[in-house]
């Protein structure tokens, strides 16, 4: 079996790239990656990686657009609702997608309640199916909105 070429690393704002759409904060780097290449392969949507919370937001800007896709938990630092606030002080029009290993309908209507978009869950089958999904009507309402 080949082994992967891409190394999971931190990324900066000022260093990423202007042309990702999507962010994804997950310190799985097997997920992420997996996302990453589903989201580049079937729906042409470029993303960055960043391993933890404070990685993403030592460098966020209120003026960001990007999309996030931002996971429930981390082995360190805050949790994804606490990360989940803060890009919203930031920027209350941010678009955050939040993903979760864990089957908690508490958790689910919590981070809806702050904020977040959409809620999925990662043992779900058709996470990255969702995923994209909910990026596509976010994008397709954005763009209603302009005309």
């Given at each position: 079996?080949?082994?992967?070429?891409?190394?999971?690393?931190?990324?900066?704002?000022?260093?990423?790239?202007?042309?990702?759409?999507?962010?994804?904060?997950?310190?799985?780097?097997?997920?992420?990656?997996?996302?990453?290449?589903?989201l580049?392969?079937?729906g042409?949507?470029?993303?960055?990686?960043?391993?933890?919370?404070?990685?993403?937001?030592?460098?966020?800007?209120?003026?960001?657009?990007?999309?996030?896709?931002?996971?429930?938990?981390?082995?360190?630092?805050?949790?994804?609702?606490?990360?989940?606030?803060?890009?919203?002080?930031?920027?209350?029009?941010?678009?955050?997608?939040?993903?979760?290993?864990?089957?908690?309908?508490?958790?689910?209507?919590?981070?809806?309640?702050?904020?977040?978009?959409?809620?999925?869950?990662?043992?779900?089958?058709?996470?990255f199916?969702?995923?994209?999904?909910?990026?596509?009507?976010?994008?397709?309402?954005?763009?209603?909105?302009?005309?």
């Amino acid at each position: 079996m080949p082994k992967p070429t891409e190394q999971a690393q931190d990324v900066t704002i000022e260093n990423a790239s202007d042309e990702s759409e999507v962010i994804i904060i997950d310190d799985d780097p097997g997920f992420s990656f997996m996302l990453k290449d589903y989201l580049l392969t079937s729906g042409e949507m470029k993303s960055e990686l960043f391993a933890s919370g404070n990685a993403f937001l030592a460098g966020y800007k209120s003026g960001d657009s990007r999309k996030i896709i931002l996971d429930y938990e981390f082995n360190e630092g805050p949790n994804g609702l606490v990360v989940l606030q803060k890009i919203k002080a930031l920027n209350p029009m941010a678009v955050v997608i939040v993903v979760s290993g864990q089957d908690d309908l508490e958790k689910a209507v919590e981070t809806l309640r702050k904020g977040a978009t959409d809620y999925f869950l990662k043992t779900n089958k058709t996470v990255f199916a969702n995923i994209l999904c909910s990026l596509m009507k976010i994008k397709e309402m954005e763009k209603n909105k302009w005309n």
